[in-house]
T-cell receptor, first 114, second 115 residues
Framework: ETGVTQSPTHLIKTRGQQVTLRCSSQSGHNTVSWYQQALGQGPQFIFQYYREEENGRGNFPPRFSGLQFPNYSSELNVNALELNDSALYLC?????????????FGPGTRLTVT | AQKITQTQPGMFVQEKEAVTLDCTYDTSDQSYGLFWYKQPSSGEMIFLIYQGSYDEQNATEGRYSLNFQKARKSANLVISASQLGDSAMYFCAMREDSVGFKTIFGAGTRLFVKA
């Protein structure tokens, strides 16, 4: 068990609604990354937060936004939900740094948009 | 262009035999890291093994080894003595030092271990 937790486990929303997903990092980790994993695909990087600041972003529109709190827990917010936002959302915490740092993933939140 | 390519959508292996999962990558960075993750049906990504671009020795972690061929830009995962619990999706991933915040994943290979 990695110590990274995510809530909720599952969520069903309607197109156009807004959703907030939460992630609690492993103790001592100051960096969190969020990924979207559509069915049958590999995870796609959404963004990363390091010490409460966005540290980098993937190819996702601005309606995907995030926050990192002083305790390094994190939120992913998605506005104006679309059907193709249905996916498994994974967060991963790490100590950050260079390319060799290991990420610890949470169990994910499965979002279904109807 | 695909940064990480996994050409085997599905693989079958007999229990107790070894299996190789293929991964090729594309980068112009000199410094990068390569990772393999296992994803069971529960969804959680489990880190298996890491190889740095400057590491001369192939990485090994228990039954997992990474066959790193830098000139060919390949990073194949070898699982020895397969177990039924190895049945899962396996993802190859890369992080480039020039874009250190971003991990790029391949499309994955589903491994089926037969009893």
């Amino acid at each position: 068990e990695t110590g990274v937790t995510q809530s909720p486990t599952h969520l069903i929303k309607t197109r156009g609604q807004q959703v907030t997903l939460r992630c609690s990092s492993q103790s001592g980790h100051n960096t969190v990354s969020w990924y979207q994993q559509a069915l049958g695909q590999g995870p796609q990087f959404i963004f990363q937060y390091y010490r409460e600041e966005e540290n980098g972003r993937g190819n996702f529109p601005p309606r995907f936004s995030g926050l990192q709190f002083p305790n390094y827990s994190s939120e992913l917010n998605v506005n104006a939900l679309e059907l193709n936002d249905s996916a498994l959302y994974l967060c991963a915490s790490s100590l950050g740094g260079t390319a060799d740092y290991e990420q610890y993933f949470g169990p994910g939140t499965r979002l279904t948009v109807t | 262009a695909q940064k990480i390519t996994q050409t085997q959508p599905g693989m079958f292996v007999q229990e107790k035999e070894a299996v190789t999962l293929d991964c090729t990558y594309d980068t112009s960075d000199q410094s990068y890291g390569l990772f393999w993750y296992k994803q069971p049906s529960s969804g959680e990504m489990i880190f298996l093994i890491y190889q740095g671009s400057y590491d001369e020795q192939n990485a090994t972690e228990g039954r997992y080894s990474l066959n790193f061929q830098k000139a060919r830009k390949s990073a194949n995962l070898v699982i020895s003595a397969s177990q039924l619990g190895d049945s899962a999706m396996y993802f190859c991933a890369m992080r480039e030092d020039s874009v250190g915040f971003k991990t790029i994943f391949g499309a994955g290979t589903r491994l089926f271990v037969k009893a």
